[in-house]
C-alpha cells in the first residue's frame, strides 16, 4: 500500500509563497501519475496540479496556471507544489493522491491513494 504524507501547508498573506511536499513510501513503483488537489468546506475536491511519475509532462487547472509549479525529486519519492503570488480564493485543505494511471486524471476517483491533507490559509 502507498502511503502519502503531506507537509508545507500553513498561513500566509497574501501575495506570499508556500512550497508543499508529499512524501510518497511503500511500493511506489506503482505510481504512473500524481497530482494535488484542493478542497474548502461545501465544496468538491478540485485538481490543481499533477505530473505523470516519470517525467516530461505537468498540468495544471487555470485557476493557478503561472503562480504554481509541480515538480518531484525521484531520489526522495517525494512531489512538490511551489505556490506563488497566493490568494486568498486559494485557502483549502490540499492533498496530494497518487494514481495507476499514465495520464494525468483531473477527476479524484482515477486516483487510488491520498495523503491526508494539509490546511493552507490565505489572509487579505
Known amino acids: 500500500q502507498v502511503q502519502l504524507v503531506e507537509s508545507g501547508g500553513g498561513l500566509v498573506q497574501a501575495g506570499g509563497s508556500l512550497r508543499l511536499s508529499c512524501a510518497a513510501s511503500?511500493?511506489?513503483?506503482?505510481?504512473?501519475?500524481m497530482g494535488w488537489f484542493r478542497q474548502v468546506p461545501g465544496k468538491q475536491r478540485e485538481f490543481v496540479a499533477g505530473?505523470?511519475?516519470?517525467?516530461?509532462?505537468?498540468r495544471y487547472a487555470d485557476s493557478v496556471k503561472g503562480r504554481f509549479t509541480i515538480s518531484r525529486n525521484d531520489d526522495k519519492n517525494t512531489m512538490y507544489l511551489q505556490m506563488n503570488s497566493l490568494k486568498p480564493e486559494d485557502t483549502a485543505v490540499y492533498y496530494c493522491?497518487?494514481?495507476?494511471?499514465?495520464?494525468?486524471?483531473?477527476?479524484?476517483?482515477?486516483?487510488?491513494?491520498w495523503g491526508q491533507g494539509t490546511q493552507v490559509t490565505i489572509s487579505s
Open positions: 505530473l505523470r511519475w516519470s517525467g516530461g509532462y505537468t
Open positions: 493522491a497518487a494514481s495507476r494511471i499514465y495520464d494525468i486524471a483531473l477527476l479524484t476517483q482515477s486516483y487510488d491513494y
Open positions: 511503500g511500493p511506489t513503483v506503482s505510481i504512473s501519475s
